[in-house]
C-alpha cells in the first residue's frame, strides 16, 4: 500500500505544472526580425509550431520561418511560460539585394528562446523571442541574431 501510494504521488508531482499551455491556436503580427503575421498552433499540452510570414534583415526579404516550441511555465507568476527551439526559414531577397548576393533564394536554419506572457480576462497574448539564424544560401553573412515581439489573438 505504502508503495502504490508513493508511485501516486510521484507520479502526480511529474504530473503538476507540465501543461504550460493555456490555449490551442492564435494568430497576431509580430514586430522585429522576423516582423508579419504569426501564427502558433498546439500540438499537445507542451510542444507547439510557430510560423511567421514576413519580411526580415529590415525588409530586404520575405520568409517564412517555422519553429517546433517546447513551451513549460516558468512559475514565477501564472500565465507566464518560457519556450524554445529549433526552426527554418524559406524566401528571397527583393531585387535589389538579389543582383547584390547573386541568388533569390533565402534558406536558412533558425533557433529561438524566448517568454510568453497570456492574459485571463482577454483572448490575448504576448511573446518575446530571439535566437539564432544561420544563412545557407548567399547574404549579407552566414550567420546572425534575429528576435521580435508578438501580440496574438487566441481562439
Known sequence: ???TL??????A?????????????????RGGDP???TFKTFIN???????IAG???????????????WQRPTDWTPN?????GPGAHIGFWNDYWRDEYSTGILLGVDGI??????LDDIPLNFAVGAGPSFQLTSGPGWYYWNGGFAVRYIF
Open 1 to 3: 500500500m505504502k508503495r
Open 6 to 11: 508513493t508511485v501516486i504521488l510521484v507520479l
Open 13 to 29: 508531482a511529474l504530473t503538476i505544472g507540465t501543461s504550460a499551455q493555456s490555449y490551442k491556436s492564435a494568430i497576431g503580427l
Open 35 to 37: 516582423s508579419g503575421v
Open 45 to 51: 499540452s507542451t510542444n507547439a509550431i510557430e510560423l
Open 55 to 69: 519580411t526580415g534583415y529590415w525588409g530586404h526579404n520575405f520568409a517564412i520561418t517555422g519553429f517546433y516550441q
Open 80 to 84: 507566464l511560460d518560457w519556450f524554445i
Open 113 to 118: 528562446i524566448g517568454l510568453e506572457y497570456t
